[in-house]
């Protein structure tokens, strides 16, 4: 059987971390996230890594491989060149808790930040009335799968660390975005998007849209849209008159 | 080794899935301090791995549809050994349950009309099955994860549960480790929600994630509780077996329900060769007839492949070992042929089975809108788990209640697909209401200094006996091999025995498990202490398998291949009897006259 190196992150807990080689044997199919168990199996029983479904429908092995934020379960080996080693780090953007695993808590502490669904009242016969087509673009919003894999690559999180002041990054833009477009909502969010939220430092570089694992066009059809709204609400001039005369907001 | 960080509530929900959040929802509404305790980060659970949807009868698709067809599809999927009294709150239940998810941000896929779709399943008369593509566990955990954070539930994170504290046989809270720092933390509550979910790490071939190594079970029985049904293991027919590394992962009946077809190497539609007596009647008797079911034809019947799932993977078995399998040993799901009948049908294909079109081209390299699937069975649900009261879902311990996979009864000997995310939904709200009211009024337990010590010390045993101990990976790799060799899909009593010999051996293994280094986040050890709970559980099927003497639902067995009318009257019970496990059998009460008259009904 073809034998391949792993060159995985280990340490945290206090202590240095480094890069420690692994060779390990490979077989047809096999995905990163499989070396790395074998890794665990068979080497480093003490080797920290988060994984649940393996199938890519939950979000848990988010990983840098060969530099790249991917799900480990998702990585054929086939598609890397394995007469190199193969680098598998943890996400960089967070604190390392130890080896692959991450301390991602701060996107747990953002969701409750943002307005949370307020629905419209019921029909008379007791149902809400959606179109297939009003609910299609809000379901792509709904595919997110929470692997914060676009929270890694953000550069205002990333580099310039304003997740701290506040900025809730390209996962919860696409949340506030499947909560504003979604038919049925009342709720507004557009002064806290804009205030609170940071969406104004999105220089819109797409680095979210590369790497999500769901295909979500987080860019186009949510940050974008979020942006315009903000600026038709907020910084039109004609509309900025009016609400001087109608002495709203 | 320092006294564990403790902690108060008044109701405690352990599992974070779909049951557990449901439960946390309604405990919370009933204004008592809750918390919830998951062993990966919040949104993770098994859920998420539901594809097809919840079965609730609408009646959006199909008006002929109520809760009494619901009823008698559920029990006759059960065999009859079902707490019907479980299937009849679940079948008038669930609809309410469903329309509460859209009020809070969950959005299902449409009917023309506007309203909630609902589509085909196995084992369902009329379209029953709310869905969102096949993601629907997915929008099911984020609807009620994106509820509750904004509830005030406190949620512990990654942390597992070690033991239950009894005190006076009432339930007094639990001892949990934390995984990030290998810290114990001791919870006191009034009242204790499991919501663990599933055994399926028991076997080698399973769709369930690490997650499910049948915790709630193997807790709820140490601390004195009652399981049944524990010989009823699903297989799934239809999963992943290509490549190696995939064998197992969960291909959605969906495919089938949408129109996909079974085929063996030589082409040949195999379902139809074996249609059991009792669902003739509602069964397609061509292939047209079945395309036409599919495809919402209301005075069509249903094909073959939609037939309950214990006999489809029983079918599949048969022509795999009969020599007529697909190369890596499975048959081919075929959905790409209604290319013949549709338009568009690659494009149709993307839009109704999203998650399968991107599972198989990203994992096997193909494109299922081109080519058949090859699949084979899988380990994917346990019917049998903790014995509880229908109506309030507390089990045969004061205080100690359980919901969704974990709890058994509603189901009987063979779930249908569709009923598990509605069971959670339906019975998660009974346990988080029922586990309030009980919470209210009692005073905080104590907890007992010297059983906390003694589990801790037990929990740290695998640090002292080092790396020269048994390698818990290598331990949980041989008793996967054991379940699945000799109590897999066809069963026999030498087997089973032999079974228990090995168990017992294997047993003797997982106590000189040992691992080295430190407690933070330590995989091994995590590993180590798992295998407690799945020598539990393997053990209590074993048991069960062999008491149950005949085949029914998921249980067959090649020395008792038929249905025994005895064995219809009472659920087979395991429980702890001072250091081994005992089999009873516990009598189904009988059914009242309304409902076994729906049941008459419904048979025509």
């Known amino acids: 059987m073809a034998q391949a190196t792993f060159r995985i992150w280990r340490g945290g807990g206090g202590k240095p971390a480094q890069f420690v080689d692994y060779k390990t044997e490979v077989s047809e199919g096999m995905v990163v996230l499989d070396a790395v168990h074998r890794v665990q199996a068979e080497q480093a029983p003490d080797l920290a890594c988060r994984w649940n479904c393996k199938a890519g429908k939950c979000g848990s092995c988010s990983a840098e491989i060969n530099g790249r934020p991917k799900l480990m379960c998702m990585t054929r080996l086939n598609s890397l060149d394995l007469t190199e080693p193969v680098t598998v780090e943890p996400m960089r953007a967070f604190p390392l808790i130890k080896d692959l695993v991450t301390d991602v808590s701060f996107n747990f502490r953002a969701k409750p930040g943002i307005r949370k669904f307020a629905p419209r009242p019921r029909e008379a016969d007791g149902t809400w009335r959606m179109a297939q087509r009003d609910v299609d673009r809000v379901q792509e919003f709904r595919k997110c799968i929470e692997c914060f894999l676009c929270q890694d690559v953000c550069h205002v999180i990333r580099d310039h660390g304003k997740h701290e002041e506040g900025f809730i990054g390209p996962r919860y833009f696409v949340y506030s975005a499947a909560l504003e477009m979604h038919p049925l909502d009342t709720g507004d969010r557009l002064r806290d998007l804009k205030d609170a939220h940071g969406l104004g430092y999105c220089n819109i570089t797409k680095c979210c849209t590369t790497v999500c694992p769901e295909h979500i066009h987080i860019t186009d059809n949510a940050i974008i849209p979020l942006k315009e709204r903000v600026v038709d609400r907020f910084y039109d001039p004609v509309t900025r008159l009016l609400r001087v005369f109608s002495n709203k907001r | ?604």
Request: charged residues 25%; hydrophobic residues 40%; proline residues 4%.
């Open chain 2, 1 to 604: 080794m320092g006294a564990p960080q403790t902690y108060q509530y008044d109701v405690l929900i352990v599992g974070a899935g779909g049951a557990g959040l449901r439960a946390a929802i309604e405990a919370a509404a009933a204004g008592v301090k809750v918390g919830l305790i998951c062993k990966s980060l919040l949104g993770k659970a098994h859920t998420v791995m539901a594809e097809g949807g919840m079965a609730a009868a609408m009646a959006h698709n199909d008006d002929r549809d109520n809760w009494m067809v619901h009823f008698a599809d559920t029990m006759r999927g059960g065999q009859y050994v079902n707490n019907w009294r479980m299937a009849e709150l679940h079948a008038k239940e669930a609809p309410d349950r469903v329309r509460e998810l859209e009020a809070w941000g969950a959005v299902f896929d449409r009917t023309p009309d506007g309203r909630i779709n609902q589509r085909n399943f196995g084992g369902h008369r009329y379209p029953r099955l709310a869905h969102v593509g096949d993601r629907t566990g997915l929008e099911l955990i984020r609807t009620l994860q994106d509820h509750t954070v904004y509830l005030g539930v406190t949620v512990h994170m990654e942390h597992t549960v070690i033991d239950l504290l009894v005190d006076d046989g009432h339930v007094s809270g639990v001892l949990a480790y934390d995984r990030e720092r290998g810290r114990f933390h001791a919870f006191a509550a009034k009242a204790v929600v499991l919501a663990t979910g599933g055994v399926g790490r028991a076997y080698q071939i399973t769709s369930n994630s690490w997650e499910g190594t049948g915790d709630g079970h193997a807790l709820a029985y140490r601390a004195g509780a009652e399981l049944i049904d524990m010989e009823f293991v699903q297989f799934h027919p239809t999963g992943m077996v290509w490549p190696p590394s995939v064998k197992g992962i969960l291909v959605t009946e969906g495919v089938r329900g949408e129109g996909g077809v079974l085929k063996n190497k030589e082409g040949r539609r195999f379902m139809f060769d074996d249609i059991p007596d009792n669902y003739k009647p509602q069964t397609a008797s061509d292939p047209e007839e079945g395309w036409r079911y599919t495809q919402g034809d209301k005075n069509a019947r249903r094909p073959p492949e939609l037939l309950t799932r214990d006999h489809v993977a029983r079918c599949i078995m048969r022509e795999v070992k009969a020599g007529r399998g697909s190369p890596h040993g499975g048959v081919f799901l075929d959905i790409a042929w209604i290319k013949e009948k549709l338009p568009h049908a690659a494009d149709h294909i993307r839009r109704k089975l999203p998650s399968m079109y991107h599972q198989f081209k990203e994992l096997a390299d193909l494109d299922i809108t081109k080519e058949p699937m090859e699949v084979g069975p899988t380990t994917h649900y346990i019917m049998g788990g903790i014995r509880v009261d229908a109506d309030t879902q507390e089990s045969t311990v004061p205080g100690l209640f359980a919901a969704g996979e974990c709890a058994a009864g509603i189901n009987g000997a063979n779930r249908l697909g569709g009923n598990s995310l509605s069971d959670l939904i339906v019975f998660g709200k009974r346990a988080g209401e029922h586990a309030a009211a009980h919470a209210k009024g009692r005073p905080v337990p104590a907890l007992s200094e010297a059983a906390l010590d003694r589990a801790t010390r037990q929990a740290l045993a695998p640090f002292e006996r080092g790396a020269g101990g048994e390698n818990p990976f290598a331990v949980q790799h041989d008793l996967q091999k054991t379940m699945q060799d000799l109590v897999g899909i066809v069963r026999t009593e030498s087997e089973m025995q032999e079974a228990l010999t090995r168990l017992e051996a294997l047993r003797a293994r997982a106590e000189r498990a040992g691992v080295d280094g430190h407690r933070e986040y330590h995989t091994g050890w995590h590993a180590a202490l798992d295998l407690r709970n799945l020598m539990t559980v393997s053990e209590a099927i074993t048991r069960s398998a062999i008491e149950r003497k005949e085949s029914r639902g998921g249980h067959f067995r090649e020395d008792f291949p038929d249905k025994q009318a005895e064995f219809a009257t009472f659920n087979i019970a395991v429980k702890d009897a001072g250091g081994s496990m005992k089999v009873e059998r516990r009598p189904i009460p009988e059914m009242p006259a309304e409902l076994q008259q729906v049941i008459e009904q419904q048979k025509q």
